[in-house]
């Protein structure tokens, strides 16, 4: 069913105003207030909820392989969260995990 380039321009318009009113809830409401202890612990988590949901499917359903799960980007995700335990540090998890999805890759190819 085809769609007029009014209708898609009507529906970017409405989402736009949605998106700056949600944003604005919070920056212009709750902006110059300050938040309760509790919510603050909470907003603490959410980029660690975030990153693993933006990575995961890159991981377990690649674009590379047509959606299928590859072992090699599996064993890079796995080396990339034990160096990130071990060591607690960003660029010694990024490079494990970019060595062992290298090694991977070439070895599996």
């Known amino acids: 069913m085809p769609v007029s380039d009014l209708t898609i321009w009507i529906v970017i318009l409405i989402l736009g105003v949605f998106t700056y009113l949600i944003r604005w809830s919070f920056l212009g409401v709750l902006g110059g207030r300050d938040l309760p202890e509790w ?16 990575v995961a499917p890159l991981v377990v359903w690649p674009a590379a392989t047509g959606g299928q799960p590859d072992p090699a980007r599996m064993a890079a995700a796995l080396a990339t969260v034990i160096a990130g335990l071990w060591t607690r540090n960003v660029l010694a998890s990024i490079a494990a995990g970019a060595a062992t999805l290298a090694l991977m890759l070439y070895l599996l190819a």
């Open 39 to 54: 919510v603050l612990r909470m907003l603490r988590y959410t980029p660690v909820a975030v990153l693993p949901a933006l």
